[in-house]
């Protein structure tokens, strides 16, 4: 059973909107949260993070927002740029499990210029 | 630079074979592990460690083993009893009290 999903296998944007990127998870126990971006070939980046006890954190034009009651969260980029394509992986912690990350699927983000 | 070093790269490996692969990190994280990822799948856990001489199995361990005898280091090796070995290999690293883990830059394993 998947604990964490993202439901759009691709999206695809074009540069200087938007790009919103969107996770659930099952497991009210995750207490963190985080991005990473992958290219091909290449291991995953870390993007953003944001703990369970705070809504929303942003970092330049990335922001990720929590919903815990709904077990959502998001990724906005905002603009988007050409160098964003690439598959964004969101991913879970358990509290107490110290790096024990939970993935999902990933979506492949396609930045159109 | 700090980093995370996994070689090698690419390897090919007969059936039947054992293969190692190496990780090393200079980020003197406490904390290392090994993901496996294959085609269109997520990220799955095959072994963490999180001390020098103690490990404890992922979600995948079977048919993989590996040892953690220095802190900067800890080798995966795919035996012959993984059923299904090709695919892409991660090795990662954290601080002890950290939730963000970092990604070495992955090596892909086929077997022929």
């Known amino acids: 059973d998947q604990q964490v999903k993202q439901n759009s296998p691709s999206l695809s944007v074009q540069e200087g909107r938007i790009s919103i990127l969107n996770c659930d998870y099952t497991?009210?126990?995750?207490?963190?949260f985080l991005w990473y971006k992958k290219y091909p070939a290449e291991g995953p980046t870390f993007l953003i993070s944001?703990?369970?006890?705070?809504d929303k954190n942003e970092d330049g034009r990335f922001t990720v927002f929590l919903n815990k009651s709904a077990k959502h969260l998001s990724l906005h980029i905002v603009p988007s740029q050409p160098g964003d394509s690439a598959v964004y992986f969101c991913?879970?912690?358990?509290?107490?499990?110290?790096?024990?990350?939970?993935f999902g699927k990933g979506t492949k983000l396609s930045v159109k210029p | 630079d700090g980093g995370i070093t996994q070689s090698p790269k690419y390897l090919f490996r007969k059936e039947g074979q054992n293969v190692t692969l190496s990780c090393e990190q200079n980020?003197?994280?406490?904390?290392m592990y090994w993901y496996r990822q294959d085609p269109g799948q997520g990220l799955r856990l095959i072994y963490y460690?999180?001390?020098?001489?103690?490990?404890q199995k992922g979600d995948i361990a079977e048919g993989y083993s590996v040892s953690r005898e220095k802190k900067e280091s800890f080798p995966l090796t795919v035996t012959s009893a993984q059923k299904n070995p090709t695919a892409f290999y991660l090795c990662?690293?954290?601080?002890?009290?950290?939730?963000?883990?970092?990604f070495g830059e992955g090596s892909w394993l086929t077997v022929v």
């Open positions: 460690s999180q001390i020098v001489n103690d490990f």
């Open positions: 497991n009210s126990m995750f207490d963190y």
């Open positions: 990662a690293s954290s601080q002890w009290s950290g939730n963000t883990i970092y």
């Open positions: 980020l003197n994280h406490d904390a």
């Open positions: 944001i703990s369970s006890i705070k």
């Open positions: 991913a879970a912690s358990p509290r107490g499990s110290q790096g024990n990350l939970i």
